[in-house]
Every structure is written in C-alpha cells, then in structure tokens.
C-alpha cells in the first residue's frame, strides 16, 4: 500500500533525495566508504558543504556580509544561541506559540524579555496585528510558522529593530527579503534535510556584540571562522540537504515552492471549510500553508478515532494533531504533491459520505 506521509517533523522527503542519500551511505563519492565514516575533513566531504552552503545563498537569494551554518542541537538551542550572541540588555518576542514561548523562556537567562503581544488565551488561533515594539529592545523575535497550531506569517515582517525568526517549518517554502533580519535558524527536519542539522543564517557584523564572554561553542563567530567545521558536523544530514536543495532548485526554487504551497492548501482548506465533519482551527487571514489544522465539530466529536482509523487504513499516516489543540494535522512541506493531498480529500469525502 503506498503511503501518504503528513507527519508534521521529522517529515516527508522528496523520494530521489532519500534514495541518492541512500545510496552514499553505502558508497559515499565512489570512496568505497559509507557516507556514515567518512572524514568530515576530506576534501570530498567539504564540497558537499561548500555546495550546500553555495544552494542555500542562491535559493534564498542571501546578500554579501551573512554567513551560512550547519549545527547541530536543533532550533530549541538556537533559543539559548540567538539571546547568548544577540541580547545586550533587552529583547522583545512575539509570543505566537509553544515553540515562541519557549524561546523566550531561555532568552531570560541572558537578560530582560518583553511579550509585545501573544494569543495564548485564544489557545493560538491567531497571530497578534496590534502590538508596539519597543524601539530600545536590540531584537525582535518570531516565530514564522506554528507547527502545532496551524498559524503563520507569509510575508516578511517589517520591523523597527532588528529582526530574528525561528523558521523550522515554513524555511524554503517562499521567498524570504534576508536582509531584513540579522539571523534566522530553522531545525531541518521540515523542509530542508533529515534531522539532525540546524540551519542558521547569521549576519557577520552584528556579532560579537555583547558584553558577555560566550563559550566557544555557542559563540557564531566561532562556526564562522571555522565555516562549520570546529567539531564533527552532522554528516549524513548535511548530505541529505544538499540532496534537498538540489530537488528545489530543479524544481523551480523558492517561487515554485510558494506556488505549490498555496495550491496545497488552497484544495485541502477548501474541503474542510465544504466538508460538514470539520472545521479549521485557526483564524483564516493566519492559516498556515504548511501545518493545515481541522477538529471535529462538536455533533461529530465521537468520530475522531474512527476517522483516523479511517485514513489510517488507506496509507495516510501523520494526521493526527497535537494534543494541545486535537483534531487532525495535515503538514504540507514541500515535499508533499497535490496527489497526496487530493488523496486525504477523497478520503475525507468518502468519510463524510460514510456517516
């Protein structure tokens, strides 16, 4: 039975880029080694970061003066990076989710935080449009896309002061204007690679600013002078995104994975809202295109397990949502085709036709 996979992290991949990242794993560049040993100091080993490094800055279209990185530890250390390189005095976050939450918590640690806005006590259908930045903050913090409640900004913030944004899930699925921030980071395992490597997207001159003496490892300028070599990098999942970046840029880039985003969610959306069964969680002008959140309405509530049951035994795996919010997850990445999911609509469909 094929699969239709909408795991919401680590999650769908392109399948040639699991197969020719396969294949190295047995035989990494005709060496007769497995990618798995070879030496990350090998000059064939450094040209899949130099190339990987080179795709990054072309499909994101990255200005002169930032640099590229591939660490390890995930976005949740980035929290404590970002406020460690960054926060001098003051920081202010934008509180648009679990992950936004957590991220200021660990910016405490290094200084004082301000919550300009937040919709928690709407449980997080919304993204805040009324709030006042403090001009005296050193940085702005977001969350582009909230992998659990389904909200999300598809445009680039215009901000005062500096700009700094987690973007796990929504990275390489639009164009992004990088030079309107001074670092963005995203965990791989949504749009760009396998788990295992964090993305960070630094702008040189803004660091080495803060009073603070860093350890050498959570200091950028560390990874900067050693373009990501000062410890072993994580091999396997810096190869399997550059296996990604390429499947982008073959594909159309960033515009082309915009454009797939938006039909997406355009066909899946517009069967929740027909579809007398569910209802979308979040606030429609804020509906992410990549996590597509839906519950039950209330006259249907008894029905959630057995349509779970019900996609679950037609291949469609990864649907079900988070428990803070319920209900059901579709996360469209962009690895995800319209096939798959017309196939969750017909599904759907036939659902509702059933009961």
């Given at each position: ?98 992950w936004a939450d957590k991220a200021e918590k660990e910016a405490r640690h290094f200084g004082e935080t ?99 003496e860093l350890p050498t490892m959570i200091d950028y300028r560390t990874h900067v002078k050693k373009g ?125 036709a059933k009961y």
């Amino acid at each position: 039975m094929k699969k239709y996979n909408f795991n919401p992290g680590p999650s769908m991949l392109p399948r040639e880029v699991i197969e020719n990242t396969a294949k190295q794993i047995l035989n990494f560049n005709g060496s007769g080694l497995s990618l798995m040993e070879v030496s990350h100091r090998s000059s064939d080993f450094q040209a899949v970061v130099d190339e990987s490094e080179a795709l990054i800055k072309e499909l994101l279209d990255i200005p002169d003066g930032y640099s590229v990185l591939f660490l390890g530890g995930g976005a949740s250390t980035q929290f404590m990076e970002i406020p460690a390189n960054f926060l001098i005095k003051k920081a202010a976050y934008l509180n648009t989710g679990s992950w936004a939450d957590k991220a200021e918590k660990e910016a405490r640690h290094f200084g004082e935080t301000v919550e300009i806005a937040s919709s928690k006590e709407a449980n997080y259908t919304y993204i805040p449009k009324e709030y006042s930045i403090p001009a005296d903050a050193d940085y702005l913090h977001i969350t582009t896309n909230n992998t659990i409640y389904g909200t999300e900004f598809r445009k680039d913030l215009d901000s005062p002061i500096p700009l700094i944004a987690d973007m796990s899930s929504d990275i390489m699925s639009r164009p992004v204007d990088v030079s309107k921030y001074d670092a963005i980071y995203a965990g791989a395992q949504k749009n760009l690679s396998m788990a295992g490597v964090t993305l960070v997207i630094v702008k040189n001159d803004k660091l080495g600013r803060v009073p603070r003496e860093l350890p050498t490892m959570i200091d950028y300028r560390t990874h900067v002078k050693k373009g990501s070599m000062f410890n072993t990098p994580p091999v396997v999942p810096i190869y399997s995104l550059l296996e990604t970046m390429r499947w982008v840029k073959k594909e159309g880039g960033a515009k082309e994975m915009d454009r797939r985003a938006h039909e997406r969610a355009n066909i899946l959306y517009g069967e929740i809202d027909r579809n007398k069964l569910f209802h979308g969680t979040a606030k429609e002008e804020d509906r992410s295109l990549m996590n597509i959140c839906f519950v039950m309405n209330d006259e249907y509530k008894d029905l959630e397990k057995p349509f779970l049951d019900f996609v679950s035994g037609r291949g469609i795996v990864g649907v079900k949502g988070h428990r803070s919010v319920g209900g059901f997850r579709a996360s469209c990445y962009n690895a995800m085709t319209v096939e798959g999911v017309n196939f969750l609509v017909k599904a759907m469909k036939d659902f509702e036709a059933k009961y």
